[in-house]
């Protein structure tokens, strides 16, 4: 076996300077982390043209966001697992592999149950991808380094959520739906051609065998509670009956009842290090509060990343290229600062940023609240690189003082709950802060309003529940401490 593919024994702790071969690594990561995160955002603006273009309802149109969601909220957790039992090399071609199926599949597709099928293959290739990425950079990344190098990673997720409505809206106006697909193919299959040839595995794997009854609880627990809160938020199979709007309860319940046992269950297995996602990882104090702002977090940006298409088109009345656009100079910015984030957090630690990070995050959305069918583009603008800039400061001393407060042997696992809480977050924010604008919505309809009255209200009333939210996230940020190694480094 050649040099580039052998496996790699990492030392007991990180080498003081990261090796080529691992920035390599990290590199291919990062780009294929972002593409797959891009594709998972540019659905919020296309579903409303995929729901006219292929002649289908709006609830049956918003499964191709909830069937993805789903799949990630089943495959997540099992990457705690999946990160110890195979190479890095294997997870990762799998994962690219997957999501190159499923984008081919999507471009191709004739209808909607063909780029329904082509949405799954790609979540499940997608949900591998954050926690690989996390786990392999806090294996090769020594601790001096992490904020430098978690920038990157908090570049990632909050700079493709924030460019996939813009880089949707401009497709649909002048290419058409299937070049959503189309342009993110090639760059995915560069990305399994460099991988292919480049990746290099990192660290040992361990042959522990799979608990299959643990893989169906969590398909369970976290795919029914997901589910329900995309039937709260989407509408799946709602209706006027007690029933239709007793349903998403329901499954929610009985996936928190599922849940209840997939916790008994790994509290058995992890007595003998065999659990599919080790719950060790909540024993750190320091890792529990980082994981419940991140949640929060994760909440109001997806939540807000949802609402506010739907405010800018159908009540500020925008075209989809313009509401996408108001995104955009936040993410630059965000962009640009994501590097200089975690050189700060080197050298200062997470509350220098995490303070007013979050602070930042809940004020624009309090301004956010009193939005209307009238507010100025610039304002709008303004507000939304404030929230980016929050987002910006707030997520890179999350990733590097959740993780850094972990055992070594923890990292997989560290990362997969990490990624499942903020998918169930993400999944939470838009279920209620569209439930709240669909609420207000549908009675100014029934009122007689235009929808851009009608929706008013509902904007201003979602946005409000997303603020009080991220209040938490604020008090709770003065808790968050920078791990011991990384204060013995830093300080050197």
């Known amino acids: ?46 579903i409303p043209s995929l729901n006219v273009t292929l002649g289908i309802p709006p609830e049956q149109g918003q499964w191709l966001t909830s069937g993805f969601m789903l799949t990630m909220a089943v495959v997540i957790p099992t990457t705690g697992f999946l990160l110890q039992r195979f190479t890095t090399r294997q997870v990762f071609l799998a994962a690219i592999g997957s999501f190159v199926a499923g984008t081919a599949i999507c471009l191709l597709a004739p209808g909607f149950a063909v780029l329904l099928l082509g949405r799954v293959v790609q979540a499940a290739g997608t949900g591998i991808m954050m926690p690989l990425l996390m786990t392999t950079m806090m294996n090769v990344v020594p601790p001096h380094s992490r904020g430098r190098m978690m920038g990157r ?78 039937m709260l938020g989407g509408g799946h199979g709602g209706g006027s009956s007690a029933g239709a709007g007793a349903m998403p309860w329901l499954v929610m319940g009985a996936g928190l009842v599922v849940l209840a046992f997939f916790v008994w269950r790994q509290l058995v297995l992890q007595r003998k290090d065999d659990a599919l996602l080790d719950l060790r990882v909540f024993a750190s104090r320091n890792y529990l509060v980082s994981v419940v702002i991140m949640g929060v977090l994760a909440l109001s940006m997806f939540g807000t990343f949802a609402l506010l298409p739907l405010y800018l088109q159908n009540v500020a009345g925008l075209e989809p290229t313009e509401a996408g656009l108001v995104l955009l100079p936040g993410s630059v910015l965000m962009g ?52 980016s800039l929050g987002l910006a400061a707030s997520f890179t001393p999350l990733f590097s003082a959740s993780l850094g407060s972990l055992d070594r042997s923890l990292y997989s696992h560290g990362s997969a709950a990490l990624n499942t809480l903020q998918q169930v977050g993400g999944a939470a924010g838009t279920a209620v802060l569209i ?52 204060e013995v480094h830093a300080g050197r």
Not at 28 to 39: E, G, K, T
């Open 1 to 46: 076996m050649s040099s580039d593919t052998a496996p790699v024994r990492l030392p007991a702790q990180p080498a003081p300077d990261i090796d080529p071969a691992g920035m390599r690594v990290i590199w291919l990561l990062l780009v294929a982390a972002f593409v797959a995160i891009l594709n998972e955002t540019t659905m919020a603006i296309a």
């Open 153 to 230: 990673v908090g570049l990632v997720i909050s700079l493709a959520p924030a460019l996939g409505p813009t880089l949707s809206g401009v497709v649909l106006d002048t290419l058409g739906w299937r070049w959503l697909f189309g342009i993110i193919l090639p760059i995915a299959v560069v990305a399994l051609l460099l991988g292919a040839k480049w990746m290099t595995n990192l660290g040992e794997t361990r042959k522990a065998p799979i608990d299959v009854l643990s893989v169906a609880l969590s398909a369970f627990a976290f795919g029914g509670v997901v589910y329900g809160l995309s």
């Open 336 to 387: 640009v600062l994501g590097p200089v984030m975690g050189r700060i957090y080197d050298a200062r630690g997470p509350r220098t940023l995490l303070v007013p990070g979050t602070i930042g995050v809940a004020a624009a959305l309090f301004v956010y609240a009193t939005v209307g069918a009238h507010t100025p583009v610039w304002l709008l603008v303004i507000v939304q690189i404030v929230m």
């Open 435 to 486: 439930s709240v604008y669909s609420t207000f919505l549908h009675a100014g309809e029934a009122r007689g309003l235009p929808i851009a009255q009608a929706g008013e209200p509902g904007t201003h009333a979602a946005f409000l529940v997303a603020a009080c939210i991220a209040v938490v996230p604020v008090a709770l940020s003065f808790f968050v401490r920078k791990p011991a190694d990384q």
